[in-house]
């Protein structure tokens, strides 16, 4: 018993140095990682710079209806009456009818404005982030449109499974200050 | 109408040469029309987050209270119903303490990865807490552990030889996370998470499968994630033998009575060890001094397999996938090209640089190849030599690395029945004891 009772004291002694040990690795260790930045660390975001609306925005992410959603920067919009995000390459007429839109949902509300100009508005609940609109207007248009992770929506994942399966590399880890990364007429924002 | 479709479509038989420039100028409008702003939902307030690390806390030292001081099981039941609504379906899971390891690896790997407050305290304090008081954390804190646990139906007995081999893949799972993270190809902890899917209720098919083969296996396996798969409890497994208050089956002096032998669904407690025979002692000696010379040996096999297996590891990385793809292009050797080459093309960077980045990505493959392979080899090594170590023991004991302090098995120590004043005469106790 008292050889039991010298080892049980023993073994106390060495674990209570391992503890002071083992508490100094694990704060000092994360202290000299010096956790900084902002509270809520960072977000995930797009760069539309480097979007390639490859249509991955509207099938990886873990929530569905998908995070990202079209949006639209409308001091960049040409508000065009033809618009490239808007109708399909080749409408049959210049008129809402789903079969000219490009967007598969009819998420893109279209309202005139005045002669000739037109406003295009995302109805988001109804986008999916497909990006077909974003691709057009891109392409031919001003670029107004942009796919962006929506943050009322995100859960911010850990690892974001979009950024793993975007062929551009277009995911970004953005501080969540500053969650957006719209591309604007006077440049990024 | 057609009017204004002429000039447009003149427009793009031009070169689309500035991409995303202003193609057509925003006009001015003379109704007074005011344009909309692209709205930007912010997202969750960091004072949020603080909150989830302030309820952590509190978890951590309720669980700890509930576990040694009450020996509560019904306490810890309640407190990881909370933590699974909480943490699990109301936080969805994330950030987690198993997850935030990889994020630790990037802040260390990377220095322009800055680690945030807040993943880095859902990574210190469930280690700090389990050097005080044993791994409180899995008991009645980590979702993904409650989710198992709520679900244990009929627990099997595994085999010893099974339970040993089963649990070294946590870590070589840790070590992977680890290459992963540090060469910055993937999170697959994050990736393969099996219950993330349930907590958000929705997922990829693949994903919920996973989840749903685990909640079943889980039935009747206790806790299969946390014994055969979890990385952040092989960190737990590190420190939670040092505890200054660990986990007793009995609160008073054990009598040997063998009743609680069977009470844990984990196979965490120890049952007393004969007294060893001078002459096996000496053959254990042997082939003790055996392994030990046997170790380094593994560590540099380990690490020469781990060196030369490195090319494969490194297609893990999106970078060198698609220098790998676009290299083939090339050369001719593949027709037509993948979404990756085709944005990279769409881009116009020159090939030479995603070259030069393949190959130093290649590089940084090697090394951690080689570590993660001497890693492997060392982990086989110890785990031998831990084998053939016979740690005296007197009375039935939890393993303190192994227990995950769910507090089942105090209900089956006749001790405590006294302690509760449950029982008037000792030797008759209830053999059907609460498993819950
Ligand atoms: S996955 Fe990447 S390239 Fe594809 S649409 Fe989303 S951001 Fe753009
Ligand atoms: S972080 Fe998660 S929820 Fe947000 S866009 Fe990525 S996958 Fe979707
Ligand atoms: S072993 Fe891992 S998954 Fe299981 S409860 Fe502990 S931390 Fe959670
Ligand atoms: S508290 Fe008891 S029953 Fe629970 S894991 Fe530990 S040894 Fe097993």
Known sequence: MADNSERMSRREFLAGKVRLAGALAVCGGVALLRPRGAIAGTVWQIDPNKCTQCGKCATECVLGPSAVKCVHVHAMCGHCELCFGFFEAQPNALTTAAENQRCPTGAIKRRFIEDPYFEYVIDEPLCIGCGKCVEGCGTFGNGSLQLQVRHDRCENCNQCAIADACPSDAFVRVPATRPY????AEGEQ | MRRSLGPALALLALPAAALGEERFPPPEFSTGYQMPAPTTPPPRAGTL??????LLAVALSLAAYLVLKRRSRNGVFALMLFSLAYFGFYRNGCVCPIGAIQNVVVAATDRSYALPAVVAAFFALPLLFALFFGRVFCA????????????????????????????LLPYLYLGAAVLFAATGSAFVICNYDPFVSFFRMSGTVKLLSLGAAFLLLSMFVGRPYCRFVCPYGVLLRWVAPWARWPV???????????????????????????????????????????????????????????????GRLARAHARVQLADRVWIEEQGKVRGTTDASEAFRKHGHPTEELYREAAELRFRFRDAGRLFGAWVGLVFGLKLILLSIRRRRDNYEADR??????????????QEHARLGLVIDETEVPDAVDQR
Request: charged share 15%; proline share 10%; aromatic share 4%.
């Open chain 1, 181 to 184: 990364l719209l591309k604007s």
């Open chain 2, 49 to 54: 987050a603080v909150l989830d690390v302030v």
């Open chain 2, 140 to 167: 009645a804190v980590c979702p993904m552990g409650a989710v198992q646990d709520v679900v244990l139906a009929r627990p099997a007995r595994i085999p010893p030889w099974l339970e040993h081999a089963l649990g």
């Open chain 2, 248 to 310: 007793t089956i009995t609160p008073d002096t054990c009598t040997q009575c063998r009743l609680c032998e069977e009470s844990c669904p984990f196979g965490a407690i120890r049952v007393p060890t004969p007294e060893p025979d001078p002459a096996l002692r000496h053959e254990g000696r042997g082939r003790l001094a055996v392994l030990l010379l046997l170790l380094p040996v593994l560590v540099a096999a380990g690490g020469w397999l781990g060196a030369h297996g490195s």
């Open chain 2, 401 to 414: 690395a192994a227990c995950l302090a769910c507090a089942r098995c105090y209900r089956s120590c006749p």
